[in-house]
T-cell receptor
C-alpha cells in the first residue's frame, strides 16, 4: 500500500517567494495533519482536517500560512511570503479515523534563504 | 495541556545491547504512538499503544495508562536502530510530541 506522499522532498527558495507543499494522504483516511519540525520547537501540529474540512488551525503560525484540502486525496500548505524563520521540515500525516494511528510522509525539507 | 517527558535524552549502546526508553505524560490520553526518526529524517511508526503491551520483532512496548507512562524496549540493538525515538500522545487528535531519545548504536 502506498503511504502518505509529500512533494517536493526538498525546497530551497529566496525570502519573499511563495512556497507550496503538497500531500497525498493514504487512500480511505479521513483525517489529515500538517506538522512542522524545528530544532527549537520540535514537532508541532499546524492544522488538522477531518473529511476535508479544517477543524483546528490554531497551530498555524501567522496569516502567511494557509492550508487547503480540496478533496480527499490532496492537500496543500502554502507560505506567502516566505521568511528565513520558516525554514524547517514539514510533515503531512493521515489516519483512518481521528483516534487511530497517524502515518507520516517523508517530509519536505524547506530552506528559505 | 498535556506534558510529555522522555528519558534518557541521549543513549549510546554497543551493538547487541538492550535498552529501555521511557515516556511520561501528565494527563490521561486516548492515543499514544512511538516513532523512530531515522538518520534520513523519516518518521517511522513503531507502535500505536494507548494501553497494554505489544511486540514487533526485537522491539516491544508497554503502556500503563493509569500510571501515565510508556516504555519502549529494544533488544539486541543494531546500528540501524540509531536515530531519535519519539513518543507522541493525545487526548483527542492533537498529538503532543516528547523531545525524543537520541540513540546511537556502535558497531
Amino acid at each position: 500500500d502506498a503511504g502518505v506522499i509529500q512533494s517536493p522532498r526538498h525546497e530551497v527558495t529566496e525570502m519573499g517567494q511563495e512556497v507550496t507543499l503538497r500531500c497525498k494522504p493514504i487512500s480511505g483516511h479521513n483525517s489529515l495533519f500538517w506538522y512542522r519540525q524545528t530544532m527549537m520547537r520540535g514537532l508541532e501540529l499546524l492544522i488538522y482536517f477531518n473529511n476535508n474540512v479544517p477543524i483546528d488551525d490554531s497551530g498555524m503560525p501567522e496569516d502567511r500560512f494557509s492550508a487547503k484540502m480540496p478533496n480527499a486525496s490532496f492537500s496543500t500548505l502554502k507560505i506567502q511570503p516566505s521568511e528565513p524563520r520558516d525554514s524547517a521540515v514539514y510533515f503531512c500525516a493521515s489516519s483512518l479515523l481521528v483516534n487511530q494511528p497517524q502515518h507520516f510522509g517523508d517530509g519536505t525539507r524547506l530552506s528559505i534563504l | 495541556g498535556i506534558q510529555v517527558e522522555q528519558s534518557p535524552p541521549d543513549l549510546i549502546l554497543q551493538e547487541g545491547a538492550n535498552s529501555t526508553l521511557r515516556c511520561n505524560f501528565s494527563d490521561s490520553v486516548n492515543n499514544l504512538q512511538w516513532f523512530h526518526q531515522n538518520p534520513w529524517g523519516q518518521l517511522i511508526n513503531l507502535f500505536y499503544i494507548p494501553s497494554g503491551t505489544k511486540q514487533n520483532g526485537r522491539l516491544s512496548a508497554t503502556t500503563v495508562a493509569t500510571e501515565r507512562y510508556s516504555l519502549l524496549y529494544i533488544s539486541s540493538s543494531q546500528t540501524t536502530d540509531s536515530g531519535v525515538y519519539f513518543c507522541a500522545v493525545s487526548g483527542t487528535y492533537k498529538y503532543i510530541f516528547g523531545t525524543g531519545t537520541r540513540l546511537k548504536v556502535l558497531a
